[in-house]
């Protein structure tokens, strides 16, 4: 397994968001997370990438223990996170904010083609370079988010809700973009509100309820759960 989640529980001061959890994701492999608002989707991500302690539980990525190390550290290992809300750099131009993504490598002509590739794959991103972030649509912000984490070159990829406040066709691209990026060898851990998109890209997924996991399965599997139908996909 690419990365592990043994019995984790995460606390906000005497608040439990997340409780005994376990998670596994295989390398190459698009994990879900889905769930109801404050079900601890976003509290699992924080945790993954270190910017939540765990109250209790291990992680592990890539062979080696994780819990409690920094997120810088936890980047250098090759993991990135697409923050929910996207959280670009507003007053920086869009190759800036690409340029971010890669400032713990060293390898700088490695830093230059990882840009390029972002620019062959995000076409509206090359067009935009020195146009200010915050002056680009939310479906592009989305995709600039997307390809600073690219820049890091990440074995893993946590997404939080990136079809959030999206047009359904913005929605549709992203989906493709995610796609494609995993068929390039990045596992995927999508945590996302649009249960039926989620359940369509991953090949496992987990249910979580107030903080437990209710069920997990094969995604096609739990798209066709009659729970998860009436409960998450309005069927």
């Known amino acids: 397994m690419l990365l592990e989640m043994k019995d984790i529980s995460i606390s906000y001061g005497k608040v439990s968001a997340v409780r005994n959890l376990s998670l596994n994701v295989p390398e190459g492999g698009i994990v879900t997370i889905i769930g109801g608002n404050g079900a601890g989707k976003t509290s699992i991500l924080r945790a993954m990438s270190g910017m939540v302690p765990l109250a209790g539980g291990e992680i592990h990525f890539d062979g080696s223990r994780i819990d409690g190390l920094t997120s810088d550290r936890i980047v250098a290992k090759g993991m990135a996170h697409v923050p929910e809300g996207r ?100 596992s995927v851990v999508l945590v996302e509100q649009n249960a039926e998109l989620a359940l369509e890209l991953a090949n496992h997924a987990y249910v979580l309820e107030t903080g437990n996991l209710a069920l997990e399965g094969p995604a096609d599997e739990l798209h066709d759960n009659e729970h998860v139908r009436a409960a998450y996909l309005g069927i």
């Not at 990440?154 to 068929?183: C, Q, R, T, W």
């Open 87 to 186: 959280r670009v750099f507003p007053d920086m131009t869009v190759e800036e904010n690409l340029r971010t993504g890669a400032f713990l490598r060293r390898d700088k002509d490695g830093v230059e083609n990882d840009l390029e590739k972002v620019f062959q794959r995000f076409v509206r991103l090359r067009e935009r370079r020195r146009q200010l972030a915050k002056t680009m649509s939310g479906g592009e912000q989305q995709m600039l988010a997307i390809g600073r984490a690219l820049m890091s070159a990440p074995k893993l990829l946590l997404m939080d809700e990136p079809s959030m406040g999206l047009a359904p066709v913005i929605v549709e691209e992203i989906a493709v973009i995610i796609e494609e990026i995993n068929a390039q060898g990045l």
